[in-house]
């Protein structure tokens, strides 16, 4: 994919990109200690889900967090279940 186009997807698809790209490296170095990983929550425009979470390969539930939909940072202080989409478009 050519650079022009990962970035005109808007930024939690630019990181979704970058995120796929690391995750084939750490389980072709890593093998079967490869055992979690963080795809981003991205809408149909580009932009964060309000819930973000981290996948288990080992069967344990996931771990969630709430984020910006602008940025994707982390929301300090809130919880995976009490997440609400931040209306921002």
């Given at each position: 994919?050519?650079?022009?186009?990962?970035?005109s997807?808007?930024?939690?698809?630019?990181?979704?990109?970058?995120?796929l790209?690391?995750?084939?490296?750490?389980?072709?170095?890593?093998?079967?200690?490869?055992t979690?990983?963080?795809l981003?929550?991205?809408?149909?425009?580009?932009?964060y889900?309000a819930?973000?979470?981290?996948?288990?390969?080992?069967?344990?539930?996931?771990?969630?967090?709430?984020?910006?939909s602008?940025n994707?940072?982390?929301?300090?202080?809130?919880v995976?279940?009490?997440?609400?989409?931040?209306?921002?478009?």
């Amino acid at each position: 994919l050519t650079q022009a186009f990962i970035s005109s997807q808007g930024p939690c698809h630019t990181q979704l990109h970058a995120a796929l790209d690391t995750i084939a490296a750490s389980q072709q170095a890593l093998g079967q200690q490869f055992t979690s990983f963080y795809l981003p929550n991205c809408d149909k425009h580009g932009f964060y889900k309000a819930k973000q979470c981290e996948t288990s390969l080992m069967g344990q539930p996931p771990r969630c967090w709430c984020v910006s939909s602008w940025n994707g940072q982390r929301i300090a202080g809130t919880v995976d279940d009490l997440c609400q989409q931040e209306v921002t478009h």
